[in-house]
């Protein structure tokens, strides 16, 4: 599949379920939040700047008089000398004042008579309407001496700073200062939209930039997806191919190839003890049923023939029974059932014992039987049927990799060892010393047979595993036997090579006092 499979199907499954969508719900959500409140209070605190210039610049004119009179400037003084004592130039003059005021053409000036109407501008120009005269009205009928406002001015928003004018023949005439922001909205206006498209920048870059970053992670996990639900299916020749990049993505990779090769040796190992057991199976079956037919069949007279048979029965059916028996322990193994009954025992009177019966399938093969062992016991707690089992399949596996005329040898051994040799026997009689007692036991099988190779001895234990040499066998004797040792505390090794036979050795713990 090449790499735009991931932004298909798979990908679409990624958005709605995956990673990609809960990402998105508490990353980028989060951040577009963020950021878009960070861009509203950029706006907001540049229209709070601007508006304080508006209201400053509105609200601090040098034209502007106190309530107690003081502080006059200089055209403010003439404005009042030419209006009159009684006012009788008051218009005139204030139509003088507004159109010499210096600030004409930012802010508009508007002198309003005691009326609350206008009648005079710095524009030259007014209509005020009915709600003007009111508002002026309620100001000079108040005790304010300034009143900042904000507004509509026929249909244009505007901000207008009243000041009541202190007159000799009036307290309620005023100026009054306004600007329109109808220049600020606009430039506030565009920068919420400059800041708008820089936050849609952002986000756009933000979300590319991840989509980058999560289809490197979302295509490789696609692949994994898809090859393990291939080895799943029985696929379990599929391999992922291991990223060039060293990140988790990677052991990951790595781990799904290592689970797929274990799978897939573990599948040929089932399947080679399937045809082994199957195998192992109809060969007595073989013997037994053919016999049978022969001893029905034939001259039940021939003592010679019946006996013959009834052996060969009873031969196959033993190796029958070995069989089943190597399945149920193997069974009870993977599932954690196999039972001990732990009790002081004494391990090299069991093993003379397998020795001993094993003395006459030995003569009967042609194979050298050799015991070495020692007259004290060797107590420790263990299952004796278990032990007993152990010894067994350690000597039926000797004897099936020992070809006629080959030996096959058991050697025991203490440690530290407690038979006396000369120099201790020479040390014991000029200074006798109390002896120690044994605490470790080494029993050795050792046979002539073809051996393992060197590449093949760590695996001799595993379950299903059988060496290059194919012999009769299940291939889990040996792993029922490392099991079993495990559970005494036993130590187990190897020692082997191509044509040099095999020795097996065993460490059994011993007990230094009686129970």
């Known amino acids: 599949m090449g790499r735009s499979g991931i932004s298909g199907k798979r990908l679409r499954q990624f958005l709605r379920h995956g990673l990609l969508l809960r990402w998105f719900l508490n990353v980028e959500l989060f951040l577009a939040l963020v950021s878009l ?5 950029f706006v907001a605190s540049f229209a709070s700047h601007y508006y304080y210039t508006v209201n400053h610049t509105v609200e601090n004119q040098e034209d502007i008089t106190p309530v107690d009179g003081r502080n006059i400037t200089e ?14 130039n008051f218009a005139a003059a204030a139509a003088e004042f507004a159109q010499n005021y210096p600030k004409g053409k930012r802010v508009e000036l508007q002198v309003i008579d005691a009326q609350g109407a206008v009648v005079a501008s710095s524009s030259g120009l007014w209509n005020e309407d009915q709600e003007d005269v009111l508002e002026h009205q309620a100001f000079l009928a108040s005790t304010e001496s300034s009143r900042t406002w904000r507004g509509a001015f ?16 009036s307290d309620r005439c005023a100026l009054r200062y306004m600007i329109s922001l109808e220049d600020v909205d606009a430039q506030i206006f565009r920068l919420a939209v400059v800041s708008g498209l820089v936050w849609l920048l952002f986000l756009t870059a933000l979300l590319g930039s991840c989509l980058l970053y999560f289809r490197s992670i979302l295509y490789p996990m696609g692949k994994m997806s898809e090859t393990v639900s291939l080895i799943a299916k029985g696929n379990y020749d599929r391999r992922l191919e291991i990223p060039k990049h060293k990140d988790e993505l990677t052991t990951l990779c790595a781990d799904i190839n290592q689970m797929a090769q274990s799978i897939e040796s573990a599948e040929q190992m089932k399947l080679d003890f399937i045809s082994t057991i199957s195998h192992e199976l109809r060969t007595p079956l073989t013997a037994i049923r053919g016999w049978g037919e022969t001893l029905l069949q034939g001259d039940r007279s021939d003592a010679a023939l019946v006996s013959r048979g009834l052996d060969i029965i009873v031969e196959e059916s033993g ?10 322990d193997f069974s009870r193994l993977q599932s954690s059932r196999m039972e001990f009954s732990m009790e002081r025992m004494d391990v090299l009177a069991e093993l003379e014992d397998v020795v001993f019966f094993a003395q006459e399938r030995a003569d009967r093969e042609g194979i050298t039987l050799s015991y070495t062992s020692s007259d004290l016991p060797a107590p420790m707690r263990g299952d004796t049927a278990r032990l ?17 005329g080959g030996s096959i040898t058991v050697l025991c051994a203490f440690e530290p060892s407690p038979l ?18 044994p605490e470790e036991l080494h029993v050795s ?5 073809c051996g393992v190779l060197p590449e093949e001895l760590p695996h001799i234990t595993e379950k299903f595993f059988k060496g290059s040499a194919a012999v009769k066998g299940s291939g889990i004797g040996l ?23 095999l020795t097996v050795r065993i460490t059994f713990p011993l007990l230094h006092s009686p129970e």
């Open 388 to 404: 007993r089992q152990v010894f067994v399949n350690l000597m039926d596996n000797a004897f099936k990799y020992t070809p006629q």
């Open 319 to 328: 190796r029958l029974t070995h069989l089943v028996e190597e399945l149920l």
């Open 445 to 449: 099988f050792i046979d002539s047979g």
């Open 479 to 501: 792993a029922i036997v490392a099991e079993i040792l495990k559970k005494h505390g036993c130590a187990l090794s190897f020692e082997s090579g191509e044509g040099e036979g």
């Open 420 to 437: 006396p040799t000369q120099d201790t026997l020479t040390a014991s009689a000029a200074q006798p010393s109390a002896s120690k007692p």
């Open 154 to 169: 026929h249909g244009e928003k505007i901000v207008a700073y009243t000041v009541r004018l202190n007159l000799p023949f």
């Open 75 to 88: 055209s403010e003084a003439h404005f009042i000398k030419n209006s009159g004592e009684d006012g009788s």
């Open 37 to 41: 409140g960070i861009a509203a209070g």
